[in-house]
């Protein structure tokens, strides 16, 4: 539940001190390769850290179903990806694009595969339609982004990446409320 509030926090502090960026003419990952580098970078690696952590938790929780198993692997893979777009900039070459690419993919699909999952049992319909709710959005974000003619992806990563926050707080608050019980 932390992980958006420091991922975001740190993302717009990056910014801050990039007087020069512009939302609709960059991609987040610019702020990796100038004054900012070390702070999103380092807030990216991070962030991927407690992904990683935060997929283990669901793991348990899903741990019956094969369709949420199946959308852990994709988180533990967007975890990874995201780990990798702060240690390989952009200054790092191609490498760089596949990791956000990647990223951005799994991260969508995750959200996706876990709502399914999710809905499939008696007590997670709700969460479960939120997930598919977020990572619909998410890739309509994408999907409509990607048809208009745009210089940057700042805008896109942002929305998705908000989607992603209010996911990884709901689903880190069913977490708790399990843990809680037992």
């Known amino acids: 539940m932390i992980t958006p509030a420091i991922t975001l926090s740190l993302i717009l502090l990056s910014i801050s001190h ?3 960026f512009s939302w609709s003419e960059n991609a987040l990952s610019d702020l990796g390769v100038h004054e900012a580098a070390l702070l999103l970078n380092s807030s990216l690696m991070i962030s991927g850290i407690l992904t ?17 198993l199946i959308g852990v692997i994709a988180l ?7 780990f990798a777009i702060g240690l390989f900039p952009e200054t790092a070459g191609n490498i760089h694009y ?8 799994f991260n969508t699909l995750s959200m996706l595969i876990i709502g399914v999952g999710l809905v499939r049992q008696s007590s997670g319909k709700s969460v479960g339609a ?24 700042a805008i896109p990563e942002m929305l998705s990446s908000l ?20």
């Open 130 to 153: 939120f997930s598919i709710l977020a990572g619909s959005f998410s890739a309509v974000v994408w999907i409509v982004f990607l048809n208009l003619p745009h210089k940057g992806v």
């Open 98 to 105: 596949y990791v956000s690419v990647s990223f951005f993919m």
């Open 163 to 182: 989607a992603t926050s209010a996911w990884s707080v709901i689903m880190g608050a069913r977490l708790f409320k399990q843990s809680s019980k037992t």
């Open 76 to 82: 533990i893979l967007a975890a990874v990806s995201l």
């Open 52 to 68: 990683f952590v935060f997929a283990l938790g669901l793991m348990l929780v899903l741990r019956q179903s094969p369709t949420g």
């Open 18 to 20: 990039s007087p020069w």
